[in-house]
């Protein structure tokens, strides 16, 4: 990517079963449990819809869409984790995550090039039933929406994301959908307030590769309100992809083993945090994020976000193997956990360009 090595097999992570079952697996699905609590919990208080940044023009959408249960498809919950106690979670990415297309099909691809050559044991595994779980979830929606066509959508000028959605549509093809591409800047305002394709037809499906924080604030935004559309991701993972969910967690479940002491900007005050990660509420890839150790920030990097406020989380580092930093990718399909992604990092904070390595179980 960009003249840089971005999918990487001059090493692998090698871990034990009880590690992936015992530190990774079972904190997944319950950290999951956890921040769906927080979901519900949010969606019935005007006061924590204000405190997430969600203009009050989509609070009624977004309750809805939770309490008629609207289905999700994938989320990735990102862990600090040593190999030894237990995972800490950094955040959970719950409505625009990438790095499936390496995780689902590239590792698995590698583990088997690599056993099938003799160069790992022929008996090593991988936590990695994505693709599978992915094609199985989209068959399951599919019952929802007979006949329908699902659209695809994300931004012009993202190979990343671009490639994510490629590889989804595949998973929805071979589920049985019928599936069409629009770039998201070519979506119309159709007559009789509907969204249309570059075809002009009229899309009542839809997988957006596009945060929820950002459509709401999109001169179109209002007509999302009006448009007959089921979106993948529904609107309630506008409050589960919300760094603010971090503060809510900590304060619902204190001092939970997976979690980090994290606080909004008012609360500071008793929060008697001396080393600390601050983070924009939307801030997605790393931008924005500062590292504070005893009042000085020994690390800052830039973007766009920081408008809408922050949250303060204790600074845990991520583990360092040679001169790499290292973060644990854990992945849900359906809220089941449903595999692993390992990112390294010369730098403190993992971001989009972050090398991907391959991981087995031995």
């Not at 079972?26 to 949010?42: K, N």
């Not at 990415?93 to 995780?103: I, K, R, V």
């Not at 006949?147 to 994301?161: N, P």
């Not at 929805?172 to 307030?193: M, S, T």
Request: proline share 5%.
């Amino acid at each position: 990517m960009h003249g840089e090595p971005y999918w990487d097999e001059t090493a692998y992570y090698q871990f034990t079963l009880e590690q992936i079952e015992r530190d990774i697996e079972d904190p997944t699905a319950e950290i999951h449990q956890m921040c769906l609590a927080i979901v519900d919990q949010v969606v019935r208080d005007e006061a924590l819809l204000r405190k997430f940044q969600i203009p009050e023009l989509y609070w009624d959408v977004i309750a809805n869409s939770w309490f008629d249960f609207e289905p999700s498809l994938y989320s990735r919950i990102d862990f600090s984790y040593h190999g030894k106690g237990p995972a800490k979670l950094y955040e959970n990415n719950a409505d625009t995550p990438t790095s499936l297309y390496e995780t689902g099909f590239w590792q698995w691809l590698w583990l088997e090039d690599k056993a099938q050559s003799g160069q790992i044991a022929r008996h090593a595994d991988q936590f990695n039933s994505l693709q599978e779980k992915l094609i199985d979830r989209f068959s399951v929606m599919a019952k929802q929406h007979p006949g329908e066509t699902l659209h695809f959508s994300a931004c012009k000028d993202t190979d990343e994301d671009r490639g994510t959605v490629q590889y989804l549509e595949d998973c929805a093809v071979q589920a049985g959908i019928r599936c069409k591409f629009v770039y998201i800047e070519d979506i119309g305002h159709g007559e009789g307030d509907c969204f249309t394709d570059i075809d002009d037809q009229v899309i009542h499906w839809m997988f957006k590769l596009y945060p929820w924080e950002f459509m709401f604030r999109e001169e179109y935004g209002p007509l999302l309100l009006k448009a007959d559309v089921s979106f993948i991701e529904p609107y309630w993972k506008a409050i589960l992809s919300n760094k603010a969910l971090l503060a809510l967690l900590w304060q619902k479940f204190p001092n939970h083993p997976n979690l980090l002491a994290t606080y909004f900007e008012e609360d500071m005050n008793q929060a008697e945090l001396t080393n600390y990660v601050k983070k924009p509420i939307f801030s997605r890839e790393g931008a924005n994020i500062s590292i504070i150790e005893n009042g000085n920030e020994i690390y800052f990097a830039d973007g766009p976000y920081g408008e809408e406020g922050y949250i303060y989380q204790a600074y845990h580092p991520l583990p360092k193997y040679g001169d790499n930093y290292t973060l644990v990718g854990s992945w849900l399909v359906d809220g089941q956990p449903a595999g692993i992604s390992m990112r390294e990092d010369k730098h403190l904070i993992t971001q989009d360009l972050s090398r991907y390595l391959p991981h087995i179980i031995l």
